[in-house]
């Protein structure tokens, strides 16, 4: 029988907090046997210990972690398998060191991992630099129309001035914006933004 300690529930000892907790993760597919020593043993402690961050809630929270994790770590090598051949090809025939193949190669890394679409790419152009890394996406655009269908909508926007539209608060946060210009490509459905900040007055 567990105990309440105000709002909290315990197991009473290692052995009913290891009964209690080899049942739950049973129940959402996680085998008690396959969890590494060294977590089952934590699990057990922070069911047993009297502390308002521990209890049984908390323990049967660490085994909902690892279940996400896990999932999330097929998700990334299944999303990784389905791009891998294209992506490597792509990257490469654009040019694995120019501005168009490390962003490509970017992006792939954000769909696998399915990070937040909207990003900073690199540490600023000049509006130079910008321009020519315009023509080298272009070109990429072209060469993904031709032999890559897991990539589309490359395209990227003239320069703009953030803060001038009312667009230069970044979120919740005190980061601000100015000049940028905006470089997309869509990966199997799921679209991605770069932002790219640029250097120097306007010509």
């Not at 907790?21 to 046997?33: D, K, N, Q």
């Not at 809630?57 to 990784?80: G, N």
């Not at 509006?127 to 020519?132: A, D, K, P, R």
């Amino acid at each position: 029988m567990t105990k309440m300690i105000g709002h909290v529930e315990y197991a009473n000892d290692e052995t009913e907090a290891t009964d209690l907790l080899t049942e739950y993760s049973e129940s959402i597919g996680l085998p008690w046997g396959l969890i590494p020593q060294r977590k089952r043993e934590a699990s057990v402690r922070i069911a047993t210990y009297e502390d308002k961050n521990n209890g049984l809630a908390a323990a049967k929270k660490t085994l909902d972690d690892d279940v996400a994790e896990q999932r999330r770590a097929a998700r990334v090598a299944e999303r990784t398998a389905e791009i891998k051949k294209q992506a490597d090809s792509f990257v490469n025939a654009v040019g694995v060191s120019s501005d168009a193949g490390s962003l490509l190669n970017l992006c792939r890394h954000h769909y696998e991992q399915a990070n937040h679409p909207n990003f900073t790419f690199g540490s600023g152009m000049t509006e130079t630099e910008y321009s020519s890394f315009q023509e080298e996406w272009a070109e990429a655009a072209d060469l993904a129309s031709q032999r890559y269908n897991q990539f589309t909508n490359l395209r990227s926007t003239a320069i703009q001035d953030k803060a001038a539209l009312g667009k230069g608060q970044v979120g919740g946060t005190l980061d601000t914006r100015g000049r940028q210009g905006n470089v997309f490509v869509t990966i199997l459905g799921a679209k991605f933004n770069a932002h790219i900040d640029i250097k120097g007055k306007k010509k």
